[in-house]
């Protein structure tokens, strides 16, 4: 990446302070962009979900890695659970998609509150492991809340066999739920419920590659902490099947964090170990040499991250990365841009910049997929909750029954996070899946700008402007006439 010719920055620089200049270009089409990251992830797309507690759960997981992404556990998951995590995500299948199910007699009430965690928008019913209908929401509209899906249930279900779509491939599938009129089919093996396939779903496959291990499955990450008994909880993670390790905390760039990676290495896994977060230069190589494979950058960027505010600690994102990204470059190592990111643009300056993967959180919090549950603000607009890893409310779940209820107290008092933020779905892109179409539509047509057909070229290509906060206002889209 260079700057354009005499602008040359003087100060620290965030997504919005910069633009990317179009270059000659051969690349004709967006799909000959290849975005698979080269740090040894596995990645096809260059995105991570961040390891939050309010985001990454196993339907997300499941969800990102069939596109081709990645998703970190976080630390204060109880390994246990963070196995059951990783042996159900391993267990999915990398095209037919996870369906809601339910029986017969389960409730519409049951019904509504399930429908909320997949972007499918319907639940198939049930029965001896044989689906038998299918249920909608518009199904469910004035009925009693107690009224038993079978009683409302769709009976006319398009169905698939699984050896037929694995044998005639995703043409052929697209075609039969286009010839039946139908959004969604079941998919059978021997009568018995497989999954799930829509015609948006069947498309997407078609488009991304899924992320896999050496043995097939899906991948997954998981994140440890810098505290307690390092080494061991790295070998349970390693154990329950982990691809990706994260070693977190705040501030990266400290002895405990030496520690802990020692700690980590001493278990010699043979997988790449991320650690961060850090924002300099100093701290990538200190971190490079007690034993990271790449660097996790960015203090305070997070959308429900107070660290700035709180103690004027932190650095303006962009400027974070490239300078850790040159740095680690020069070590043969690689930097994840954790935070700040808002818009698709935001991804592609963060790749530009040097980032082999880009991090997000907040922005997918508000998705079918996270963890929480389905909240309406009371104007009909459907939100989850979110927070920050910092917050009183992550330490007081981190720290439960750890040490006294004096000590649990002190800890309390001091947070460096939100601990309740609504994030409200996208009417327009409710589901996860949705989101990464629009990040990877415009990272892959800023590829083609650059003239790049993957994100080493793309890093090398890219050309940077300066601009004002009006030329930033600018480039926003005017929804309604002036």
Known sequence: MRFLAGQQPITDLTYGDVFLVPSRSDVTSRFDVDLSSDDGTGTTVPIVVANMTAIAGRRMAETVARRGGLTIIPQDIPVDV???????????????????????????????????????????????????????????????????????????????????????????????????????????????LVGVLTRKGVVRSSIYSPALDAAGRLRVGAAVGINGDV?????????????????????????????????????????????????????????????????KVGVGPGAMCTTRMMTAVGRPQFSAVLECAAAARELGKHVWADGGVRHPRDVALALAA???????????????????????????????????????????????????????????????????????????????????????????????????????????????GLQSAAGYAEGMPVPTSW
Request: hydrophobic content about 45%; proline content about 3%.
């Open 231 to 295: 080494a061991a909880k790295t070998r349970d993670l390693l154990a329950a099947g982990v691809d990706v390790l994260v070693v977190d905390t705040a501030h990266g760039h400290q002895n405990k964090m030496l520690q802990a990676l020692d700690a980590v290495r001493s278990v010699a896994p043979g997988v790449p170990v991320v650690a961060g977060n850090v924002v300099t230069a100093e701290g990538v190589r200190d971190l490079v040499a007690a034993g990271a494979d790449i660097l």
């Open 82 to 192: 963070v196995a059951d995590v990783v042996a159900s995500v391993k267990a999915k299948d990398p095209v037919v998609e996870t369906p809601v199910t339910v029986g017969p007699h389960d409730t519409v009430s049951t019904v509504l509150t399930l429908l909320g965690k997949r972007a499918h928008g319907a639940a198939v019913v049930v029965e001896a492991g044989r689906p038998v209908g299918v249920v909608t929401e518009a199904d469910c509209a004035g009925t009693d809340r107690f009224t038993q899906a079978g009683r409302i249930m769709s009976t006319d279900l398009v169905q698939l066999e699984a050896a037929r779509v694995e044998a005639e491939g995703l043409p052929a599938t697209f075609e039969a739920l286009h010839v039946a009129k139908a959004d969604i089919a079941v998919v059978v093996r021997d009568g018995q």
């Open 354 to 464: 040097g980032a082999s993967q880009v991090m997000i959180g907040s922005w997918f919090a508000g998705t079918f997929e996270s963890p929480g549950d389905l909240h309406d603000d009371g104007t009909g607009r459907l939100y989850k909750e979110s927070f920050g890893m910092a917050s009183a409310r992550a330490v007081a779940a981190r720290t439960a029954g750890a040490g006294s209820a004096f000590d649990r107290a002190r800890k309390a008092l001091y947070e460096e996070g939100i601990s309740t933020g609504k994030m409200y779905l996208d009417p327009a892109r409710p589901g996860v899946e949705d989101l990464l179409d629009e990040i990877t539509s415009g990272l892959r047509s800023a590829c083609t700008y650059a003239g790049a057909r993957t994100l080493g070229e793309f890093a090398e290509r890219a050309v940077v």
